[in-house]
T-cell receptor, first 113, second 113 residues
Framework: LAKTTQPISMDSYEGQEVNITCSHN???????ITWYQQFPSQGPRFIIQ???TKVTNEVASLFIPADRKSSTLSLPRVSLSDTAVYYC??????????????FGAGTRLFVKA | NAGVTQTPKFRVLKTGQSMTLLCAQD?????MYWYRQDPGMGLRLIHY???????AKGEVPDGYNVSRLKKQNFLLGLESAAPSQTSVYFC????????????FGPGTRLTVL
């Protein structure tokens, strides 16, 4: 099972780039890496997903090295509204058709003015 | 288009009482999930469904039952609530073929006294 490990918390200032790294040493060949954002009293919200190398969308970039044992979520020029908990997620698929989804404990990002 | 909705938003139970949490989605998702979220532990998968009439156990299924009689609804039941089931419960849906982009509901906060 691909257990994930993330820093518990991070602080940043408005306008800075923030990089959050997730470790997933046991990731399997068919697993994808997904990042979610969660604000207080809300459900998690999808940010970005990738399999290898680099993925970029309108809100973030995801960097995945060749060995895929870690991934880094990059948030460019954060604002106060980016203060949230960020979860790294790996899904392990089984040959029976079942799967296991494992959320890490999350990284609490606090953006200061 | 309401997305994923959950009923109720809050509930207080006494030990031994039963209740059902309802998740409804209008996004035509094949897959639906129930998670619980406890402080410092991220989200843990309770049960999931890969289609109407099917259910499967997740990471922490004990003490819970589920049913998916209609594609758009996924019910989570607690037959005899215990204080250890005090948590925030999230439902999520996902399209078949998606590499795990889940859409979450707003959550149900349950307290068992």
């Amino acid at each position: 099972l691909a257990k994930t490990t993330q820093p518990i918390s991070m602080d940043s200032y408005e306008g800075q780039e923030v990089n959050i790294t997730c470790s997933h040493n046991n990731i399997a060949t068919n697993d994808y890496i997904t990042w979610y954002q969660q604000f207080p009293s809300q459900g998690p919200r999808f940010i970005i997903q990738g399999y290898k190398t680099k993925v970029t969308n309108e809100v973030a970039s995801l960097f995945i090295p060749a060995d895929r044992k870690s991934s880094t979520l990059s948030l460019p020029r954060v604002s106060l509204s980016d203060t949230a908990v960020y979860y790294c997620l790996v899904v392990t698929w089984y040959l029976t058709g079942g799967f296991k989804t494992i959320f890490g404990a999350g990284t609490r990002l606090f953006v200061k003015a | 288009n309401a997305g994923v909705t959950q009923t109720p938003k809050f509930r207080v139970l006494k030990t031994g009482q039963s209740m059902t949490l309802l998740c409804a989605q209008d996004m035509n998702h094949e897959y639906m999930y129930w998670y619980r979220q406890d402080p410092g532990m991220g989200l843990r998968l309770i049960h999931y469904s890969v289609g109407e009439g099917t259910t499967a156990k997740g990471e922490v299924p004990d003490g819970y039952n589920v049913s998916r009689l209609k594609k758009q609804n996924f019910l989570l039941g607690l037959e005899s609530a215990a204080p250890s089931q005090t948590s925030v419960y999230f439902c999520a849906g996902r399209e078949r073929g998606s590499t795990d982009t889940q859409y979450f509901g707003p959550g149900t906060r349950l307290t068992v006294l």
